[in-house]
């Protein structure tokens, strides 16, 4: 698979769309007159790879004709995340078919297949007579969540509301999906805890935290 040349007037994809419908990924956008081929490159959205490092199975090559007869593209996705599709213009030469470059924003569209969910549960040990108090915080996860995704955030007298509302302390490990336990640690008696997205916005399209 190789570049031809650059997109450009009537060969540009643009206004792409998105749903989900009875389990299944339905693509659209407005094909190009002068344009009868595309590929169309599935990916996890924060992990587009470039032309060369792409494996087979994530660019779907698709006729006009197919496209109508189906009313756009449709596929399944497996798994729960963030996903994006971009669509090329192709043009058939000497060589096969090969990709009109076009890598900007309006042939890509980024979307969320469901959240998964990771719930958690934080078990307080005793302090009695004692200024600190051990903690043990447990996760039941749906998928694998990168360690960057997750803060416990401490704070003296109530819970924190929020990530800023306290001290925030990174994970030095991912979450493996299932049952995780992290190592007990220790914390000042009249000290709460609790878990937060380093960021919501980001995170929270992904996962949905649900404490216990």
Known sequence: MQWSGEASGRS???????RMQDNESVLTW?????IHIVYIYLFPAEAELPLEK???HAMKLLTREEYKAKAGYRGRIEGIGRYAYRVYPCERGEGGIALLRQE???NVIRF?????????SIKYGSA???KMKPVRIELLSEVLVPKEALCYVMKEGALPLHKEDGTAYPFIED?????NVLPEIEIPRNNRIRLFFTDGK???EMYELIPE
């Open 12 to 18: 540009r994809i643009t206004g792409m769309r998105h």
């Open 30 to 34: 407005n094909w190009p007159e002068d």
């Open 54 to 56: 792409r494996p087979g």
């Open 104 to 106: 900007d924003e309006d």
């Open 112 to 120: 969320s297949t469901g959240k998964a969910r990771i719930r958690y």
């Open 128 to 130: 009695l007579f004692r």
């Open 175 to 179: 979450i493996v999906p299932g049952r």
């Open 202 to 204: 980001l995170y929270g």
